[in-house]
């Protein structure tokens, strides 16, 4: 199910990110996919609990291909379908080492691990799909402000999740007891 899940909510972001504008809150650009984008690095790394990391990196790819799959038949443009791809596989694996690797409770591991994943997916994404390098969306004026708008979303949606994990332990705990 954690599988399921992971894969769904990766290509549910593509889907809503084509599908709306993204959100101007101030100065900030934020795709709306930006706050599912920051759930899969929590269900990534539950799917890894379960799995181990060598079977993580072959669910990871699986979601690269449908994420790439998806973002095309979406019609969005080369750039961003290579952005996208070259963005997730930095940050997905990032994410994997860094939870791999610290020897901290699992809500800390997540929390950091999506914090780094969260703002490398978000720095590549903009720099190599929206900016003029790229597809051209966003003028190298704004590229901060749509980095720093999906970083804020993605790190909050970290905080988010691993209070609910949080919660739900100690739910489980108290039921145990």
């Given at each position: 199910?954690?599988?399921?899940?992971?894969l769904?909510?990766?290509v549910?972001?593509?889907?809503?990110?084509?599908?709306f504008?993204p959100?101007?809150l101030?100065?900030f650009i934020?795709p709306?996919?930006s706050f599912?984008?920051?759930?899969?690095?929590?269900?990534?790394?539950?799917?890894q609990?379960?799995y181990?990391k060598?079977?993580?990196?072959?669910f990871?790819f699986?979601a690269?291909a449908?994420?790439?799959?998806?973002?095309?038949?979406?019609?969005?443009t080369?750039?961003?379908?290579?952005a996208?791809a070259?963005?997730?596989a930095?940050?997905e694996?990032t994410d994997?080492?860094i939870y791999?690797?610290?020897?901290l409770p699992?809500?800390?591991?997540?929390?950091y691990?999506?914090?780094?994943g969260g703002?490398?997916d978000?720095?590549?994404?903009?720099?190599i799909g929206?900016?003029?390098?790229g597809?051209?969306?966003?003028?190298?004026?704004?590229?901060w402000?749509?980095?720093?708008?999906?970083v804020?979303?993605?790190?909050?949606?970290q905080?988010v999740g691993?209070g609910l994990l949080?919660?739900a332990t100690?739910k489980n705990?108290?039921q145990?007891?």
């Amino acid at each position: 199910m954690r599988i399921l899940l992971y894969l769904a909510v990766i290509v549910l972001a593509n889907v809503v990110t084509a599908k709306f504008a993204p959100l101007h809150l101030g100065v900030f650009i934020i795709p709306y996919g930006s706050f599912l984008i920051g759930a899969t690095f929590i269900l990534r790394d539950l799917v890894q609990n379960k799995y181990g990391k060598k079977k993580t990196y072959m669910f990871i790819f699986t979601a690269l291909a449908l994420s790439a799959i998806s973002s095309y038949l979406l019609g969005d443009t080369l750039w961003i379908v290579f952005a996208s791809a070259v963005s997730f596989a930095i940050s997905e694996t990032t994410d994997t080492e860094i939870y791999s690797r610290l020897k901290l409770p699992m809500n800390i591991r997540i929390l950091y691990s999506g914090v780094v994943g969260g703002i490398l997916d978000s720095a590549v994404f903009v720099v190599i799909g929206l900016s003029p390098l790229g597809a051209g969306f966003i003028p190298w004026e704004a590229v901060w402000m749509a980095i720093l708008g999906q970083v804020i979303i993605k790190v909050s949606m970290q905080f988010v999740g691993v209070g609910l994990l949080q919660l739900a332990t100690i739910k489980n705990k108290e039921q145990l007891a």
